[in-house]
């Protein structure tokens, strides 16, 4: 007897939206994806690039746990690199330039050629609630859609506004209307908004660049990929395309610096918190100002586009004031500006309101994945939605949940750091965020998720025998180096050289990898449960200002409760020992 279908609606089809339809789809359930214009699908608005320091990790995790965005990557990658190669294996990461139409052509097509999955074209204006669970959506033409859980992913849509200089214009990116209704419809149920920014820079024309004074910067070889060579039915590659690299110098700066006033963000004009590792230029000139100069990336958008992406100089300047600085940096003296930059002000949910499966804490049902919860970055809204569209699907049917410890992967780390500490300022994902680095390289990680992966539903028996294969390969080569050395099993040339640098790795941290794993069990045998019903200002010997921290987070554990902002060592000790005398009365009663 088959599995009945169930119904998940997804709201938006970004990258957040787009994992979270295709894992809940994956995991057994109906989907519904209601998004505001179907020929958006999956763009890429702002760099077109997928990867990264630590976003790297992020995408060999969603593609270890059978998500779409790492083979959509590299179907439509024009130029790849590995980063920090001077590094070790633990920071090291893939990032790769993608073609900016194809690789939206590529998700609309995957999106709408699903069988498991329906798109429904339509602006959600509200959800609708009843005794405490989500029931489905309203959207703004009147019509009413019944879900059985629904999974929010609006990017920066929420009350989204363009800003370019003294220019505002509401929406979530250009030509695109914002979600203005849908913002007041979550204040009312209670959830805490704030005001987030982001940007992006001018468009050049490709054809107005001296690039003879510029620095090449070709792709490595080979081309980085981050579907496994042994998976079956790999996209192929496209040719590519070389990027540039040019910088800032003193007069582009002063110029910014004199015009400093005409930019929204130093007027007043946004309230919104932007990234602080991904600044404008004018926050580079004003917080670096010793310095001469700054990198900028000119990056092309794709095989048959004339627009290229000056990374490093996204800005909210008035349009005539960008096409001025930009002429004063190297190569871009005669350059055309197609398109100005602008900054996007949007709100996002306080994402303490969430558990650690991206669930509502008093909505049930309820999904949030991607940049309203306050982050930043393609890689970090496509982990979000994959965790919160499987643990959608598998709430429903029955099936185990989909959580990552710190310990297990990246998402586990990003998505608890923002259930506990919330975020001030758009969160972006980075290596030393994560204590338990060396266990969690972006070239294992499907031997650390291939097993939750399987039991939620997100990857299938075979997929889930070919990584317990991989792994064994990885074991035996490993073994063979131990026995004979790292340089005799190179020179025996009998192993793939992506199997021999899994191996490899394991050997330069064994000694640091047999320490964390020790102290990852230790930190685990040290968090004790906590009941999410906790009455904290009940508690001797917690101060009120803990028990509000307490409260508004409502941990799960000892271990999470000890990473909320501002509580102290003797309100964990506290709330540690009022934890174990609960656990040793519930022994005791069971024993009688």
Same mark, same amino acid.
């Given at each position: ?42 763009? +890429? ?22 998500? &779409? ?50 798109? %429904? ?76 920014? +982001?940007? +992006? ?21 080979? /081309? ?56 404008? @230029? ?42 001025? &600085?930009?002429?004063? @940096? ?32 008093? @909505?049930?049902? %309820? /999904? /949030? ?26 709430a429903l049917l029955e099936r185990p949940a989909l959580e990552i410890a710190r310990d297990q992967g990246y998402v586990g780390v990003m998505i608890d750091d923002l259930v ?71 020179a025996a040339g009998d192993v793939e050289a992506w199997i021999f640098e899994r191996a490899r790795s394991r050997l330069i941290y064994n000694g640091y990898i047999d320490r ?20 904290? &200002? ?11 921290? %307490? ?13 909320i902002p501002g509580m102290t060592p003797a309100a964990v000790a506290c709330l540690w020992a009022h934890a174990r005398n609960a656990q040793r009365n519930s022994s005791e009663?069971?024993?009688?």
């Amino acid at each position: 007897m088959s599995t009945p279908r169930t119904r998940v609606l997804v709201v938006g089809a970004g990258h957040a939206g787009l994992e979270a339809a295709f894992a809940a789809a994956r995991v057994g359930a109906e989907v519904l994806v209601v998004t505001g214009r179907i020929d958006t699908v999956g763009q +890429t608005p702002c760099n077109p690039s997928v990867g990264g320091v630590a976003k790297g990790h992020l995408v060999a995790e969603i593609e270890a746990l059978g998500g &779409f965005m790492g083979r959509a990557a590299d179907a439509t990658a024009i130029h790849g690199k590995v980063l920090n190669t001077r590094k070790g294996p633990a920071v090291q990461a893939t990032r790769v330039q993608v073609d900016k139409a194809r690789y939206g052509a590529y998700a609309q097509a995957a999106l709408l050629e699903d069988p498991r999955i329906q798109t %429904l074209e339509g602006l959600v204006a509200a959800l609708r609630v009843e005794s405490g669970r989500v029931r489905g959506v309203e959207l703004v033409d009147g019509s009413y859609v019944e879900a059985e859980a629904v999974v929010v992913t609006t990017g920066t849509f929420l009350g989204g506004v363009l800003h370019t200089g003294r220019s505002m214009v509401p929406g979530g990116r250009v030509n695109e209307p914002p979600a203005k209704a849908l913002s007041l419809c979550l204040r009312a149920l209670g959830f805490d908004l704030k005001r987030l920014k +982001t940007g +992006t820079p001018a468009r050049l024309h490709k054809d107005s660049i001296d690039y003879a004074q510029l620095q090449a910067q070709p792709s490595d070889d080979p /081309f980085p990929r981050f579907v496994l060579p042994d998976e079956p039915d790999a996209p192929p590659r496209l040719p590519d395309l070389p990027c540039h690299l040019t910088y800032t110098n003193p007069r582009t700066h002063a110029l910014i610096q004199a015009r400093l006033h005409e930019s929204p963000m130093y007027s007043g004009q946004i309230e919104g918190v932007g990234p602080r590792y991904c600044p404008s @230029i004018e926050d580079k000139v004003v917080r670096f100002a010793g310095r001469d100069q700054h990198q900028v990336f000119l990056e092309p958008e794709g095989l048959d586009s004339d627009l290229v992406y000056p990374n490093g100089i996204s800005t909210s300047l008035p349009a005539e004031v960008q096409i001025e &600085f930009i002429r004063t @940096i190297a190569g871009l003296e005669h350059a055309e500006m197609v398109r100005p930059g602008y900054a996007v002000e949007y709100d996002a949910v306080d994402a303490r309101a969430l558990t650690h499966r991206l669930e509502s804490k008093d @909505i049930a049902g %309820l /999904f /949030f994945a991607g940049q309203i919860n306050g982050t930043s970055g393609y890689e970090e809204a496509g982990a979000q939605g994959l965790v919160a569209g499987a643990n959608a699907a598998a709430a429903l049917l029955e099936r185990p949940a989909l959580e990552i410890a710190r310990d297990q992967g990246y998402v586990g780390v990003m998505i608890d750091d923002l259930v506990t500490q919330g975020c001030d300022e758009p969160y972006r994902m980075f290596t030393s965020r994560a204590e338990f680095r060396i266990v969690l390289r972006e070239n294992n990680a499907d031997e650390r998720l291939s097993e939750a992966g399987f039991a939620t539903g997100t990857i299938d028996a075979a997929r889930r025998a070919r990584d317990e294969s991989r792994c064994a390969r990885v074991d035996h080569v490993e073994a063979r180096m131990r026995k004979q050395g790292e340089a005799a099993v190179e020179a025996a040339g009998d192993v793939e050289a992506w199997i021999f640098e899994r191996a490899r790795s394991r050997l330069i941290y064994n000694g640091y990898i047999d320490r964390q794993r020790a102290e990852i069990e230790r930190v685990r045998g040290e968090g004790l449960p906590l009941p999410t019903d906790l009455d904290y &200002f009940a508690l001797a010997g917690l101060s009120h200002e803990a028990a509000e921290r %307490l409260a508004r987070v409502r941990p799960t554990s000892t271990a999470q409760a000890s990473r909320i902002p501002g509580m102290t060592p003797a309100a964990v000790a506290c709330l540690w020992a009022h934890a174990r005398n609960a656990q040793r009365n519930s022994s005791e009663a069971r024993s009688d």
